[in-house]
T-cell receptor
Framework: GAVVSQHPSWVICKSGTSVKIECRSL??????MFWYRQFPKQSLMLMAT?????????EQGVEKDKFLINHASLTLSTLTVTSAHPEDSSFYIC???????????????FGDGTRLSIL | GQQVMQIPQYQHVQEGEDFTTYCNSS?????IQWYKQRPGGHPVFLIQ?????EVKKQKRLTFQFGEAKKNSSLHITATQTTDVGTYFC??????????FGEGTQLTVNP
C-alpha cells in the first residue's frame, strides 16, 4: 500500500518552457502533498506544502509565481515550473501523507521523482 | 527554523563492517524519521521514533532516539552491498513538514 506515482520521470526541454509534473496517490487519499527539490549530492529541500482544495504554502525563498502548485483532488497534485531556465534543473520529488485513524499524520511516501534538465 | 545536523557526510566501509550515522538538533524534536535513498532513486521511509530513549530494530538496523529527544542514530550491523545508499534523518515540524538532515552516503566495498 501507500503508493505514490510521479510523472514524468525525465524531462529535457529548452529554456523558457513551462513544465508540469504530476503526483498521484494511487491507493490512498492524500490529505497533504509536499514538493521537494534535490540538487546532486545534496539533501531534500522542501519547496511547498499542498493541501487539497486550498492554496499551497511555500517555503521561504521559493517563488510561488515560478512554481505553481495545484492540489485539485485528494489523489492529485501538480507542480508547474513556469518559464524554466537552466538553474531550475534539478530532481523534483513529491510526497504524500494522510491523517491516520487516531488523528496523527502518517509518514510521508515519496514518488519516484522527476529529473528536470533545462537546456 | 529547526535544523537537524547529520554526520558523517560520507562513509566507506568494507562489507561486513558496521556503520553508524548520527543526527543532532539544538532543539527538542517531536519525532525523528529515517529514510534511505538508493542512487538514482527516491527516499524510502524506514522508521519513525517518537518516545524519549526509544530503540527500534529492523533486522540488522538499529535506530535510537536520545533521552532528550535531540539526537538520533542509525546503526547497521555487518553491512552488505545492498545497504548502499544515502541515509537521511528528518524531523517533523508544524503542518507535518519535514526538515531533512544532510544525509550520510554509504558505500560498501565487497
Amino acid at each position: 500500500g501507500a503508493v505514490v506515482s510521479q510523472h514524468p520521470s525525465w524531462v529535457i526541454c529548452k529554456s523558457g518552457t513551462s513544465v508540469k509534473i504530476e503526483c498521484r496517490s494511487l491507493d490512498f487519499q492524500a490529505t497533504t502533498m509536499f514538493w521537494y527539490r534535490q540538487f546532486p549530492k545534496q539533501s531534500l529541500m522542501l519547496m511547498a506544502t499542498s493541501n487539497e482544495g486550498s492554496k499551497a504554502t511555500y517555503e521561504q525563498g521559493v517563488e510561488k509565481d515560478k512554481f505553481l502548485i495545484n492540489h485539485a483532488s485528494l489523489t492529485l497534485s501538480t507542480l508547474t515550473v513556469t518559464s524554466a531556465h537552466p538553474e531550475d534543473s534539478s530532481f523534483y520529488i513529491c510526497s504524500a501523507s494522510w491523517t491516520g485513524d487516531l488523528g496523527g499524520n502518517q509518514p510521508q511516501h515519496f514518488g519516484d521523482g522527476t529529473r528536470l534538465s533545462i537546456l | 527554523g529547526q535544523q537537524v545536523m547529520q554526520i558523517p557526510q560520507y562513509q566507506h566501509v568494507q562489507e561486513g563492517e558496521d556503520f553508524t550515522t548520527y543526527c543532532n538538533s539544538s532543539t527538542t524534536l517531536s519525532n525523528i524519521q529515517w529514510y534511505k535513498q538508493r542512487p538514482g532513486g527516491h527516499p524510502v521511509f524506514l522508521i519513525q521514533l517518537v518516545k524519549s530513549g526509544e530503540v527500534k530494530k529492523q533486522k540488522r538496523l538499529t535506530f535510537q532516539f536520545g533521552e532528550a529527544k535531540k539526537n538520533s542514530s542509525l546503526h547497521i550491523t555487518a553491512t552488505q552491498t545492498t545497504d548502499v545508499g544515502t541515509y537521511f534523518c528528518a524531523s517533523e515540524t508544524s503542518g507535518s513538514r519535514l526538515t531533512f538532515g544532510e544525509g550520510t552516503q554509504l558505500t560498501v566495498n565487497p
